[in-house]
């Protein structure tokens, strides 16, 4: 099954808000950075940040499916 996460609203408005959850989690605790090169949504709970982002007013969608 194919699982993909997606937020709709302007770029800008949907970029600055994960920069701030990210810079919040990053200085609270609540994210772990991980050593090597990865992408946010290896370290962090995908679900939790478009819940965060919701929250923020940002329209968010998931799609679940077979490939």
Same mark, same amino acid.
């Given at each position: 099954?194919?699982?993909?996460?997606?937020?709709?609203?302007? $770029?800008?408005?949907?970029?600055?808000?994960?920069?701030?959850?990210?810079?919040?989690?990053?200085?609270?605790?609540? %994210?772990? $950075?991980?050593?090597?090169?990865?992408? /946010?949504?290896? %370290?962090?709970? $995908?679900?939790?940040? /478009?819940?965060? /982002?919701?929250? /923020?007013? %940002?329209?968010?969608?998931?799609?679940?499916?077979?490939?």
């Amino acid at each position: 099954d194919v699982v993909v996460y997606g937020a709709a609203d302007h $770029p800008a408005s949907v970029a600055g808000a994960v920069a701030a959850l990210t810079a919040n989690g990053l200085a609270g605790g609540s %994210i772990a $950075p991980a050593a090597g090169s990865h992408g /946010l949504a290896e %370290i962090v709970d $995908p679900v939790a940040v /478009l819940t965060s /982002l919701e929250r /923020l007013g %940002i329209t968010v969608a998931a799609f679940e499916g077979a490939a």
